[in-house]
């Protein structure tokens, strides 16, 4: 089975720092997707950024990009400049290429200080 | 409207009540999805409709859990005998298609006292 791995419960940065986030999982599978997520006190989960795992290329999406390692598993998120309404939960996800459902990381709470 | 709209909000029950979650879709979107959030814990997933499909139940944590799809469209999540450890926040997700990112509702908050 496969499982997603966030080291970090907490971390902080200060406003127009940058931030990378880590992530781990496990999988024996070769075509699968990774993500990142957003979820602000309003709950809602906002997708950040997506990578297809036959993709080398590490995916962004503005002030957002990835480290994608395929070979070592791992797939964190760096946040540059950060900005105060960065500050939320952050969940990494996987996704198979044969299936549907999203498995998730526990989180990391990310704290903007001005 | 343009996002997934759940209702309610917040809701709160006593032990061994039944109880009716609600997820409408973004419309088109063929995908359905339904995850538990419990307090600091990332989402773990109960159940996914796709379509005319038979819904993959692999993630429902017990016989007292159900959803069913009308019409391709809203959902409903029930909870039979509600226990204490059902308390949690229920989010939907839809997407248009398998292989396209799943888009989320703000999700229901369940307090089973």
């Known amino acids: 089975a496969q499982t997603v791995t966030q080291s970090q419960p907490e971390m902080s940065v200060q406003e127009a720092e940058t931030v990378t986030l880590s992530c781990t999982y496990d999988?024996?599978?070769?075509?699968?997707?990774l993500f990142w997520y957003k979820q602000p006190p309003s709950r809602q989960m906002i997708l950040v950024i997506r990578?297809?795992?036959?993709?080398?290329q590490n995916a962004t999406e503005n002030r957002f990009s990835v480290n994608f390692q395929k070979a070592a598993k791992s797939f964190s998120l760096k946040i540059s400049d950060s900005q105060l309404g960065d500050a939320a939960m952050y969940f990494c996800?996987?996704?198979?290429?044969?299936?549907?459902?999203?498995?998730f990381g526990t989180g990391t709470r990310l704290q903007v200080f001005p | 409207g343009a996002g997934v709209s759940q209702s309610p909000s917040n809701k709160v029950t006593e032990k061994g009540k039944d109880v009716e979650l609600r997820c409408d879709p973004i419309s088109g979107h063929t995908a359905l999805y339904w995850y538990r959030q419990s307090l600091g814990q990332g989402l773990e997933f109960l159940i996914y409709?796709?379509?005319?499909?038979?819904?993959?139940k692999s993630g429902l944590p017990s016989d007292r859990f159900s959803a069913e799809r009308t019409g391709g469209s809203v959902s409903t999540l029930t909870i039979q005998r509600t226990q204490q450890e059902d308390s949690a926040v229920y989010l939907c997700?839809?997407?248009?298609?398998?292989?396209?990112?799943?888009?989320f509702g703000d999700g229901t908050r369940l307090s089973i006292l």
């Open positions: 409709f796709q379509g005319n499909s038979a819904p993959d």
């Open positions: 996800a996987y996704r198979s290429y044969y299936t549907d459902k999203l498995i």
């Open positions: 999988t024996s599978e070769s075509d699968y997707y």
């Open positions: 990578q297809e795992a036959y993709k080398q």
């Open positions: 997700a839809s997407s248009a298609r398998d292989d396209q990112p799943q888009h």
